[in-house]
């Protein structure tokens, strides 16, 4: 299936890809479609430092 790029007004450094199909569905919370721009590569996530509990006693 084919992806589209859209933006929101209330958003505009934020640019989601969705399902074709998932289009009117975004529309109607307000979500524009933008032309697909080529997308900048994201560095890779970084790993979450674990974290212990302290138990309750």
């Known amino acids: 299936m084919a992806t589209v790029t859209m933006t929101h007004p209330d958003l505009p450094e934020q640019r989601i890809v969705v399902d074709e199909l998932s289009v009117p569905h975004h529309q109607a919370a307000g979500w524009q ?25």
């Open 33 to 57: 479609i933008t032309e697909d721009l080529p997308q900048e590569p994201t560095s890779p996530a970084r790993s979450r430092r674990h974290t212990t509990r302290k138990d309750s006693d």
